[in-house]
């Protein structure tokens, strides 16, 4: 018998193998078990796991703000924020832009950013596929920010956003 028809027999008798959740299931899940902490992701505020040499949490934000924020990003109209989680960064880019997309691929993440940013009439909210930008227009973003997010995608999904992000950035964004 065949390598190959042995490798089919022995495929067809065995129990599938059970489906690992994709990173997009899996940050679902992480929103639901902590969705009734206060202010979700900022307890990644921690200079020695975020490998910054800062004092305290309470400096973070503002030093990445110096550092990165203001002198890369400036202002802008239309800021495109992808996966803001439950908006640690949001808070620094907010005052940064007229309007802030946030595109998340958690729907409960989007539910925690609307309950920490009650009332704000600048973010808009967007449920992403973990493929892409789907449902943000075309040419319709100057900047675009994301921290934290790529390293934990296959780089088939961050190819499919570099592509993405060209279509949704702006002429010279």
Same mark, same amino acid.
């Given at each position: #018998? !065949?390598? @190959?028809?042995?490798?089919?027999?022995?495929?067809? $008798?065995?129990?599938?193998? *059970?489906?690992? *959740?994709?990173?997009?299931?899996? %940050?679902?899940?992480?929103?639901?078990?902590?969705?009734?902490?206060?202010?979700?992701?900022? /307890? %990644?505020?921690? *200079? /020695?796991?975020?490998?910054?040499?800062?004092? !305290?949490?309470?400096?973070?934000?503002?030093?990445? +703000?110096?550092?990165?924020?203001?002198?890369?990003?400036? &202002?802008? +109209?239309?800021?495109?924020?992808?996966? *803001?989680?439950? $908006?640690?960064?949001?808070?620094? @880019?907010?005052?940064?832009?007229?309007?802030?997309?946030?595109?998340? &691929?958690?729907? &409960? #993440?989007?539910?925690?950013?609307?309950?920490?940013?009650?009332? +704000?009439?600048?973010?808009?909210?967007? @449920?992403?596929?973990?493929?892409?930008?789907?449902?943000?227009? !075309?040419?319709?973003?100057?900047?675009?920010?994301?921290?934290?997010?790529?390293?934990?995608?296959?780089? %088939?999904?961050?190819?499919?956003?570099?592509?993405? @992000?060209?279509?949704?950035?702006?002429?010279?964004?």
């Amino acid at each position: #018998m !065949s390598r @190959l028809r042995r490798l089919r027999r022995t495929r067809r $008798g065995s129990a599938p193998k *059970p489906q690992r *959740p994709t990173v997009a299931e899996g %940050w679902e899940a992480y929103a639901r078990r902590h969705r009734d902490r206060e202010e979700v992701g900022d /307890e %990644w505020n921690q *200079p /020695e796991v975020i490998g910054l040499d800062v004092a !305290s949490p309470e400096e973070i934000l503002p030093y990445l +703000d110096r550092v990165v924020f203001a002198p890369f990003l400036g &202002t802008c +109209d239309v800021l495109l924020e992808i996966g *803001p989680g439950g $908006g640690r960064f949001t808070e620094i @880019l907010l005052p940064k832009c007229r309007r802030l997309i946030a595109v998340d &691929t958690s729907q &409960t #993440m989007l539910e925690l950013l609307q309950q920490r940013f009650h009332g +704000d009439e600048r973010l808009e909210y967007h @449920l992403a596929d973990g493929r892409g930008l789907g449902s943000v227009a !075309s040419a319709s973003v100057d900047a675009a920010f994301s921290y934290g997010v790529f390293v934990h995608i296959q780089h %088939w999904d961050i190819f499919n956003y570099l592509v993405e @992000l060209e279509r949704v950035l702006k002429p010279g964004g």
